[in-house]
């Protein structure tokens, strides 16, 4: 089976690699038909983390299940399934208190697509084995385009959970997104989805400012344009340091501000002001199955419709070539 691999900055090819196939009772073996770049990914092509390859590469997909292990309940072949990005066991004490980005059953950090905690492989390959698959994979629900829940691995439903953890903090308050990548969009339109009175995206990008809008957020290219400096929720997504910082000091006091962001160096956090305005501060990789069941539910009922934040559809065959190009978040199918 092919294997997409990353060799280096803008280098990608596709690599024979022996099938993926069920190896304990509890695996399933997946086919990938609907997939994207995690905003991660893109970095990771275009040499802007510490990561060098050879990298399997791929971690938001969905796919059909192909063959299942003879102790997977609750799954039959050639059902489609979102695929989470962490690999988890479902029943250890992480996993039992909704964060099985921490399963104790496994190497730290262990993911599909980068090794970070032992490898895995990647979601762009042909097939992919599944550990614990009752415990992970999660079907499609009827009459749902699997290729609208192409990022609901990761992105998606990052951002249901990042307007969540804001919403406990302060309910009910007003949202100021810093956007630049599709998280920020996403959230947009859960946001507005759950009730959010007020949303305001800024991005000095017009396509993505679009795309906000058209999710019912207020939209400007930079704060100066606001007639209000601070605000009781603030939302980190804009894929830079600097947004990190702006985020930070939008906060007002006794306010929350979450970020999506994943900074290797660069950050400048204004600790002193956060301490005397008493803001809270969340961050961390998001645990994807605790949540999957409410982002699909508004998928399906037609509240929150992902398509407008794909930026291109592409083919597997053509991806080796295509996404060394760094297309913003584009839809792979397979054809």
């Given at each position: 089976m092919r294997v997409l691999e990353f060799n280096g900055v803008r280098e990608l090819i596709w690599r024979d690699a022996p099938h993926a196939r069920v190896d304990q009772p509890t695996d399933a073996v997946v086919r990938p038909v609907a997939a994207t770049t995690c905003d991660l990914d893109r970095a990771v092509i275009a040499g802007r983390t510490p990561f060098q390859g050879p990298v399997a590469l791929g971690h938001e997909c969905v796919a059909e299940v192909v063959e299942i292990g003879a102790d997977v309940t609750g799954l039959t072949v050639g059902d489609v399934v979102v695929v989470p990005w962490h690999i988890s066991c479902g029943t250890c004490r992480s996993c039992a208190a909704e964060a099985p980005s921490r399963c104790e059953e496994v190497p730290r950090y262990a993911m599909f697509g980068l090794p970070t905690g032992g490898v895995w492989g990647g979601l762009f390959s042909e097939l992919v084995r599944v550990p614990w698959a009752a415990a992970n994979l999660?079907?499609?629900?009827?009459?749902?385009?699997?290729?609208?829940?192409?990022?609901?691995?990761?992105?998606?439903?990052?951002?249901?959970?990042?307007?969540?953890?804001?919403?406990?903090?302060?309910?009910?308050?007003?949202?100021?997104i810093f956007g630049g990548t599709s998280i920020g969009l996403y959230?947009?339109?859960?946001?507005?989805?759950?009730?959010?009175?007020?949303?305001?995206?800024?991005?000095?990008?017009?396509?993505?400012?679009?795309?906000?809008?058209?999710?019912?957020?207020?939209?400007?290219?930079?704060?100066?344009?606001?007639?209000?400096p601070e605000f009781p929720l603030t939302f980190d997504a804009a894929g830079h340091p600097d947004g990190l910082t702006a985020a930070l000091a939008a906060t007002a006091p006794g306010g929350h501000c979450h970020s999506a962001g994943i900074y290797f160096a660069g950050v400048k956090v204004p600790t002193g002001v956060m301490y005397m305005n008493a803001v809270t501060f969340t961050t961390g990789r998001p645990d994807i199955t605790p949540h999957l069941p409410a982002v699909l539910d508004l998928v399906a009922r037609g509240l929150v419709d992902p398509m407008p934040v794909f930026s291109d559809h592409l083919t597997f065959d053509s991806l080796p070539s295509s996404l060394a190009l760094l297309p913003e978040k584009p839809l792979v199918t397979h054809g």
């Open positions: 999660v079907r499609v629900p009827a009459g749902v385009d699997p290729a609208a829940l192409a990022s609901a691995s990761d992105n998606l439903t990052d951002a249901y959970r990042s307007v969540l953890a804001g919403q406990s903090h302060v309910p009910g308050a007003p949202l100021l959230a947009c339109a859960f946001a507005r989805a759950m009730g959010v009175p007020q949303v305001v995206y800024l991005d000095a990008d017009e396509r993505r400012r679009g795309i906000a809008a058209g999710y019912g957020a207020d939209v400007a290219a930079s704060i100066s344009e606001l007639d209000r």
